[in-house]
């Protein structure tokens, strides 16, 4: 639960907000959190953000569905609860929620209480106020220390009561019904969200005014008008391809802050197997890749938001670091600033610096808003582009050393000298668009000596392919290599190109009924155990996956060319979660999501590839 910037506070932190059934039967209280005995089925309606699960318990004779969503306008989410009783018999029915939450990110000095006045739970410490209500009407309520706060729903359905705790607060709630046999009854939750006091009774008394099936119907409305606003040409792609590629759009937009940050995943379920941190960051390159897709997808302006964030972000000397927080400070980051030899180092993946200037420059071809650039080009354009033709060794032409994208080794690499090459090559139509041509040579001498370098000291004859990287020396077969097609470095047909993505087709599919592309090979992160490396080289990826695709795509001579593209495209979508969220990568035995779900990222590469083909296709049909 994210406020006030998407990202940033986490105010439930990894922690769980529960549902609790008990139904009367018999003159027993027959007591079940949501999740223990139930079978569910987790969904969106359709081209909107408002969910829509459904949950069944055949030994309550229970089913329920759940709408939510959060208002686009204001800073309440509100949950529909349908309740339906399918026994024969009537029934009298408890539904609790608990709210295990930990303002400022932290269980410390926090205050709930109950306000007889506004009949409502409010959690508060400083500025951060949560106000949780309902109707029909809560009838019990409790407020506990978070030490005593399981037996509440897994032994009663009676509360105490309380009326106010401090420190580490937990609350509850009751609503109470009676259900006739096959009787469905609805309740209507929310929490409103504030910096004050004043702040939640205002948004308590809104949702109370227009009524909160009123409000999600708004939020429906809205969030289905925005992702229709575009009539897409889909081609022929399958309508899974294309639910797929709007819902993607709604996720991505789900995923940033109105402030302007680009967040590459919002899943508490990373912090403890990643050492307590998350992705809830704003990485340049995730950014720039998004960003890109918005602009492919004609929604420039959130993009906008973006690179107006970025403006401050940037350093004195023209690069950015590993990432930073959705407020725009530095974020945490485990990239050292001193070799191994002890020698001062830069904690920089080049990468980010030039795909914000790639980015920027599509943002530009698509909307030709020169006033966006205007206050850019002096302080991101021209600092960027200096550092880039600066940072790099006179003896190659090539970048000097930094991380890759993996964040996982320092080095000079395929990939990142790929994205620099094409970073300078936009920086120079920046150039060549304000009449700065004297910066417009130097930045395109600077490129064509890294795409030389690339072919040069990237190459290795003898294995027939493109190197990770070198100093040192890496010929792990790595996905990311397939930038060099990407950012135009070589044509996609060039046979160096050709040999480098059929070694990563071959080396890196994961030769199980789930199939994908992994990241690289002997790829350890999340791994799942397996001796086989040949079999499985790594988890799968969803981007790695697809940028297989837009290879396919880039080199497509015919209609016919585009069917391996098509599978792929295809596979994604049979390979998303039922409710249509894309994770980092995948189980390769069963499929199932692993680390961070949504990743932002995934859903943006999906939906540049999809606009990748369909534009092929109609090219390829025209000729």
């Known amino acids: 639960m994210y406020y006030p910037h998407v990202g940033d506070e986490n105010h439930v932190n990894g922690c769980h907000c529960r549902v609790g059934i008990v139904v009367e039967k018999k ?11 139930w079978v569910h089925k987790l969904g969106y309606k359709k081209d909107t953000l408002v969910t829509d699960s459904y949950f069944r318990n055949d030994r309550l004779d229970i089913d329920l569905q759940f709408n939510e969503c959060v208002h686009p306008f204001e800073n309440v ?5 349908s309740i339906t009783n399918t026994d024969t018999k009537d029934i009298d029915l408890k539904l609790l929620l608990s709210h295990d939450i930990a303002l400022y990110e932290h269980p410390m000095g926090d205050t709930g209480i109950y306000d007889p006045a506004l009949e409502s739970i409010i959690h508060y410490q400083r500025s951060r106020y949560f106000l949780i209500n309902g109707s029909p009407h809560f009838d019990q309520y409790e407020l ?7 037996s509440a729903l897994m032994t009663s359905a009676n509360l105490n009561m309380t009326s106010v705790q401090i420190g580490a607060v937990n609350s509850f709630i009751r609503f109470s019904e009676h259900l006739d046999a096959g009787e469905t009854k609805i309740i209507y939750y929310w929490i409103a969200a504030g910096k004050s006091f004043f702040d939640v009774k205002r ?9 909160p099936e009123l409000m999600m119907a708004k939020t429906e409305q809205y969030t289905h008008s925005w992702v229709n606003k575009e009539k897409y040409d889909f081609f022929d792609l ?11 759009l709604l996720i991505i937009r789900s995923q940033i802050d109105n402030d302007g940050a680009i967040i590459a995943a919002n899943d508490s379920d990373i912090l403890e197997r990643f050492n307590m941190d998350s992705y809830s960051y704003m990485w340049p390159r995730d950014s720039a890749f998004i960003a890109m897709s918005l602009d492919m997808a004609r929604h420039s302006g959130i993009a906008h ?15 950015f670091l590993q990432k930073y927080n959705p407020t725009g400070t530095l974020a945490s980051g485990w990239m050292p600033w001193i070799a191994p030899d002890g020698s001062i180092q830069l904690p920089i993946q080049e990468d980010s610096t030039a795909l914000i200037i790639v980015a920027l420059w599509n943002h530009y071809k698509t909307t030709k808003y020169i006033t966006t650039i205007d206050p850019l080009y002096s302080t991101i354009v021209k600092p960027a582009a200096e550092f880039m033709t600066r940072y790099r060794d006179p003896d190659t032409g090539l970048p000097k050393p930094s991380y890759n994208l993996w964040e996982e080794n320092r080095a000079v690499h395929t990939y990142t000298s790929s994205t620099v090459y094409a970073g300078l090559k936009c920086a120079t139509r920046f150039a060549e668009l304000y009449e700065d041509y004297d910066l417009a040579k130097k930045y395109n001498t600077a490129a064509m000596e890294v795409k030389a370098g690339i072919e040069k000291h990237l190459y290795d004859e003898k294995l027939g392919r493109f190197l990770r990287s070198i100093n040192p020396r890496d010929e792990t077969i790595d996905a990311s290599t397939y930038a060099v097609s990407q950012f135009n470095v070589l044509p996609p047909d060039d046979i160096r190109v050709v040999n480098t993505m059929e ?16 990241r690289f090979y002997n790829d350890a992160y ?21 940028w297989v695709a837009q290879w396919h795509i880039k080199k497509a001579k015919s209609i016919s060319d585009l069917q391996k593209p098509r599978e792929i495209l295809l596979w994604v979508a049979d390979h998303a979660t039922q409710s249509g969220i894309l994770a980092e990568q995948l189980n390769p035995f069963d499929g199932s999501p692993l680390s961070v779900s949504p990743l932002t990222w995934a859903h943006a590469t999906f939906v540049v590839t999809v606009m990748a083909f369909v534009e092929k296709a109609r090219s390829l049909e025209k000729s």
């Open 27 to 37: 003159n027993l209280g027959i007591v079940s959190l949501l999740g223990d005995d």
């Open 203 to 211: 948004l308590n008394k809104l949702v109370i005014e227009k009524t």
């Open 526 to 546: 999340q791994q799942v155990e397996f001796d086989d490396i040949e079999t499985v080289p790594g988890n799968p990826w969803f981007i790695c996956t697809l």
């Open 305 to 319: 938001a973006f690179f107006e964030y970025c403006h401050d972000l940037i350093s004195e000397h023209g690069y």
């Open 503 to 518: 070694a990563i087709e071959s080396k890196l599919s994961v030769k199980t009924d789930v199939g994908g592309i992994a």
């Open 144 to 150: 506990s220390p978070k030490e005593n706060s399981k």
């Open 238 to 248: 399958p309508a899974k391809v294309t639910d797929l590629f709007k819902h993607s």
């Open 77 to 81: 989410f509100i949950r529909k609860i």
